[in-house]
């Protein structure tokens, strides 16, 4: 079983930072992708970003050039790095790993971008 939990969220104000932390409970071997995403209230649950194991990463357009994930595979933790926060980015931030045939989720963590 894998286990996956996030952290990171909180209240920042228009145009702040927060680095949202997602660590997985142990190592993945082969070929995985992983992702954020999130889900504001009234809304579809959208793919954020992702990464495969590979390394390759890909972005929803309304975070590109905002918002950068990462992982470090030593300490089993995948990283979104999110800038110029907007009102819009308000939401509970998922992490997902696709492995095999299943996928994981964690518990979320709320991120609220207000003044």
């Known amino acids: 079983q894998v286990q996956l939990v996030e952290s990171g969220g909180g209240l920042v104000q228009p145009g702040g930072s927060l680095r949202l932390s997602c660590a997985v409970s142990?190592?993945?071997?082969?070929?995985?992708?992983m992702g954020w995403y999130r889900q504001a209230p009234g809304k579809q649950r959208e793919l954020v970003a992702a990464?495969?194991?590979?390394?390759?990463?890909n972005y929803a357009d309304s975070v590109k050039g905002r918002f950068t994930i990462s992982g470090n595979n030593a300490k089993n933790t995948m990283y979104l790095q999110m800038n110029s926060l907007k009102p819009e980015d308000t939401a509970v931030y998922y992490c997902?790993?696709?492995?095999?045939?299943?996928?994981?989720w964690g518990q979320g963590t709320q991120v609220t971008v207000s003044s």
């Open positions: 997902k790993l696709a492995f095999g045939l299943k996928g994981y």
């Open positions: 142990r190592n993945i071997f082969g070929i995985y992708t």
């Open positions: 990464i495969t194991s590979g390394g390759s990463t």
